[in-house]
Nanobody, 122 residues
Framework: VQLVESGGGLVQAGGSLRLSCAAS????????MSWVRQAPGKGLEWVSA????????RYADSVKGRFTISRDNAKNTVSLQMNSLKPEDTAVYYC????????????????WGQGTQVTVSS
């Protein structure tokens, strides 16, 4: 099983980044997917989730209206489009897979990626 994130980097406040997560080794289309982040010195924070079919999404209040989650089950990928980035969005972003359905949680996932760093400068 692998979840490999990409697309992180350094961006100025107000800018955009698109994170991607490529999945392999499990039946991707049967799993809800989430993005979870961890800011320096802080705990895990759930950011967004999408159900297995892609028809239902959820967002943390802190990113609602700025971030968009999507998935392509044909390509086994999930993405997070991040617009209007703020310095407080600086964190390591992880994608995670949950066989139990869409959850608004920073824990209880079957699989995790290794993370990608997002740094937003002011």
């Amino acid at each position: 099983v692998q979840l490999v994130e990409s697309g992180g980097g350094l961006v100025q406040a107000g800018g955009s980044l698109r994170l991607s997560c490529a999945a392999s080794g499990f039946t991707f289309s049967s799993y809800a997917m989430s993005w979870v982040r961890q800011a320096p010195g802080k705990g895990l924070e759930w950011v967004s989730a999408i159900n297995s079919g892609g028809g239902s999404t959820r967002y943390a209040d802190s990113v609602k209206g700025r971030f968009t989650i999507s998935r392509d089950n044909a390509k086994n990928t999930v993405s997070l489009q991040m617009n209007s980035l703020k310095p407080e969005d600086t964190a390591v972003y992880y994608c995670a897979a949950n066989s139990g359905g869409l959850v608004r949680s920073a824990n209880n996932y079957n699989y995790w990626g290794q993370g990608t760093q997002v740094t937003v400068s002011s």
